[in-house]
């Protein structure tokens, strides 16, 4: 059963960095790509940045690109979101999805071309 686990949110002050994590299980020989959304009160979902496993390509939203690196570790199925510079408006719960690269290629994408989604984890940025 395909699954995904985010981990690493919590409280850190403005100007500070995190760095999140997505373990990953269940695909077993597919490619898949991975992605991180984030969801603010009040907000729609929006991406931030896609990467693969079939050779690490990565796109990453306009507006996220500067503030944001996305890359992975195979052995320990992870995908990670590393966080800096954080402002108050980056407060949002962060959640990492994944989509079967045959399907419909590598891309951020948008969230509904993501078929599995991890449960969420709540980044907050305080004054």
């Known amino acids: 059963e395909v699954h995904l686990v985010e981990s690493g949110g919590g409280t850190v002050q403005a100007g500070g960095s995190l760095r999140l994590s997505c373990v990953v299980g269940g695909f077993s020989n597919d490619d898949y790509a991975v992605g991180w959304f984030r969801q603010a009160p009040g907000k729609e979902r929006e991406g931030i940045a896609s990467?693969?496993?079939?050779?690490?390509?990565?796109e990453y939203a306009d507006s996220m690109k500067d503030r944001f690196i996305i890359f992975r570790d195979d052995a320990k199925n992870t995908v990670y979101l590393q966080l800096i510079s954080l402002k108050l408006e980056d407060t949002a719960v962060y959640y990492c999805a994944a989509y079967i690269e045959a399907i419909r290629g590598a891309g951020l994408g948008l969230p509904v071309h993501y078929d599995y989604w991890g449960q969420g984890t709540q980044v907050t940025v305080s004054s």
């Open positions: 990467i693969s496993r079939s050779d690490g390509f990565t």
